[in-house]
């Protein structure tokens, strides 16, 4: 029983779903058990999205040192106003919105591989000067307006089964589904591989090239799927609809447990630090606190987080 | 190097005629020219279109040589800094601006003034004492939100949604809401989230709250985020309170549904983004010569009730926001009202 304990504590995972449970009874505490299903729920739908960028920005830190995708938000923002546009409020163009910006996010994926592969620039300047030229894109295509998704697509991003939202279920499926395409497929492999050591892994035969480019393309293709859900969930399309997530989805893959130097992932810490970041935020307002206050507490409490894993990890 | 006294003196000694003289100084050949820190939501799409329609006129009918748009590509103050002091450097007569801070700017726009260039600062303003302000009474708009809820609402729960924290807007919106519910006891706000001026984060923030929310009879807010709280009420199966709206054109779309649906009755508000057409004309006529156009300009905000935004909402385009372009007589009419008090 005890080293079962030691065991799942030493899963760097458990921290995060440690954390989302405290702040949640915090929050329950504080309401004296008023809201508390509402808040699960409300929790999950909102986690949901970051949740989706967090899978994708695990598979690029995973890559190894450098790594990582900071056009999310511009490609999210970019994705929502094409979704939207080809989807023209009407329900009959819901599965060509979805396309569009699937399409929208892998060009983004392609161009950013592009950029680091054929002009050999580090990806942390490739992916950030590429956001600029999405923003751009982005500001010329749907002129700063809000379009609004079609009925159905808005109650499909919403709608709930006994309290659950159904988004959140699906991207639960997603994410066991990127769990056994990390852990079980050649691809997956590689990817951890080329994080612990890109040499080692190209002597070893590994196609690595070939990994990294699908890995950013992955990443885009995520960010393009989460722009359009965003947009019908938030019931519009906006350009910064996506500016909160360049922070959470890196949050969200350092306090689920994944190695920042790469090499090394975990999914399921993913929806644990997903939760715990939403449900730390209402927390927060649910206490009143005022915005300098929580940004304060919300800092202080990644950073307790992180600790707490690293230091289990040291031992 | 010795360019920037040159140009101070050239403008002192145009000045000092026109002060002189009846006759005011001839703007003709003059330039203004727009710094803009953002482009990217509906506001300020809106205040770029509203700018562009009236200064095209402007420089068509020969009253300024030139109006042009500088927008920078991030909402970061060096960027905008730097931007000013190529401003400065193109020898433009005027500068209009939308700041992204209200004090880290000020170096830049001191700078600027030195060099004798006339600074206008409108929406995000600029604290810097040599520079012109273009300010909408917030605080009045605040203290409206309840005066107006307090016509149809008995009185019980509201939620308070904020702004950009730190911001002088949302601090002056905030005080006059404080002092509205001072004034109508009947109301008691039991929290307050922050909404940014967005949909998004607003029905974010609303959606974490609302759980352990008692039952609400009105938002209080500051425009751009009435949307979004309709639909992270929605979204939790609760009905929606009354929400004081800010003139976007989804806001009262949707208040024209329910208006149709259950007779939803409120009222909208907001600072119209053709506010810069106003921040332009106040720029041309210091360049003309009216040295006495007080640095602070109050000017009353866009609000329409429950019998006149529908005819406003049909001009305002799918996801924009209402607008209101002035005129130069009208901009006279805004900085005469402001010379009386």
């Known amino acids: ?315 | 190097m010795n360019k920037t006294p040159c140009v101070a003196a050239l403008l002192a000694a145009v000045t000092s005629v026109a002060l002189i003289g009846s006759a005011h100084a001839d703007t003709k050949s003059m330039r203004i020219a727009f710094s803009n820190n953002y482009a990217g939501n509906s506001w300020r799409q809106a205040m770029l279109k509203s700018y562009d329609i009236v200064t095209k006129k402007a420089v068509a009918d020969g009253i300024v040589a030139a109006a042009d748009v500088f927008t920078t590509a991030d909402k970061e103050v060096p960027t905008q800094a730097a931007q000013i002091q190529n401003l400065i450097l193109q020898g433009y007569n005027a500068i209009v601006i939308n700041a992204s801070s209200p004090d880290a700017l000020n170096g830049a726009i001191k700078q600027a003034t030195d060099a004798g260039i006339v600074v206008v600062s409108f929406d995000g303003i600029v604290t810097e004492p040599s520079a012109w302000r273009v300010v909408v009474d917030f605080k009045d708009y605040g203290k409206q939100e309840v005066v107006q809820l307090a016509k149809w609402v008995k009185g019980g729960n509201l939620l308070e949604i904020r702004g950009l924290a730190g911001t002088s807007i949302d601090d002056a919106i905030h005080s006059g809401i404080a002092e509205g519910v001072k004034e109508h006891p009947e109301f008691k706000i039991v929290n307050s989230v922050e909404g940014d001026w967005d949909q998004t984060t607003a029905q974010k923030a609303i959606a974490t709250v609302l759980p352990s929310l008692p039952e609400i009879v009105g938002i209080v807010d500051q425009g751009g985020d009435g949307y979004g709280a309709a639909q992270a009420f929605a979204a939790a199966g609760r009905k929606e309170p009354t929400i004081i709206m800010g003139n976007r054109q989804d806001e009262l779309e949707w208040w024209k549904e329910q208006k149709a649906k259950n007779g939803y009755t409120t009222w909208s508000a907001s600072i119209a983004p053709g506010v810069s057409t106003l921040a332009f004309w106040v720029a041309q006529q210091i360049l003309d010569g009216h040295k006495d156009i007080p640095h602070d300009l109050l000017v009353p905000y866009l609000s329409f009730d429950q019998d006149n935004f529908e005819a406003a909402l049909a001009t305002i385009p799918k996801g924009g926001v209402a607008s209101h372009e002035y005129t130069l007589e009208e901009a006279k009419q805004a900085i005469a009202n402001n010379l009386k008090h």
């Open chain 1, 1 to 315: 029983m005890n080293s079962l304990l030691r065991r799942l504590l030493s899963q760097p995972w458990v921290w995060s779903y440690l954390g989302a449970l405290l702040v949640w009874l915090a929050a329950i505490v504080f309401t004296h058990g008023y809201g508390a299903g509402g808040m699960i729920s409300a929790g999950l739908a909102l986690a949901v999205f970051s949740v989706i960028t967090g899978v994708a920005q695990m598979f690029v830190i995973t890559l190894g040192p450098g790594n990582v995708d900071l056009s999310l938000p511009a490609n999210i923002g970019l994705a929502s106003a094409v979704a939207m546009k080809v989807m023209g409020g009407s329900d009959s163009l819901i599965a060509l919105g979805l396309g569009a910006a699937l399409v929208s996010g892998i060009g983004i994926g392609v161009g950013n591989y592009l950029l680091i592969w054929l002009l050999r620039i580090p990806p942390i300047i490739a992916t950030l000067s590429a956001s600029f030229i999405i923003q751009s894109i982005g500001i010329s295509y749907g002129r700063g307006l809000q379009i609004k998704p079609p009925p159905g697509f808005a109650e499909f991003t919403t709608v709930q089964l006994a309290g659950v939202p159904l988004l959140a279920i699906g991207t639960v499926v997603l994410t066991l589904g990127f769990a056994v395409l990390l852990h079980r497929t050649i691809y997956g492999r590689s990817v951890l591989a080329i994080g612990q050591n890109p040499r080692a892994a190209w002597l070893a035969g590994i196609a690595v090239e070939r990994t990294r480019c699908f890995t950013y393309l992955l990443s885009g293709a995520l960010g393009g799927i989460c722009g359009a859900l965003l947009a019908g969930y938030f019931r519009g399309s906006s350009l910064d609809i996506g500016d909160e997530y360049l922070l959470a989805s890196i949050a969200l893959v350092v306090i689920g447990g994944t190695s920042v130097s790469g090499g090394k992932a975990n999914v399921t810490g993913l929806w644990g630090a997903g939760l715990f970041l939403v449900l730390l935020l209402t927390m927060l307002n649910t206490f009143g606190v005022s915005a300098g206050i929580r940004y304060v507490v919300t800092g202080l409490v990644i950073i307790g987080v992180i600790v707490a894993a690293g230091g289990e990890k040291a031992r």
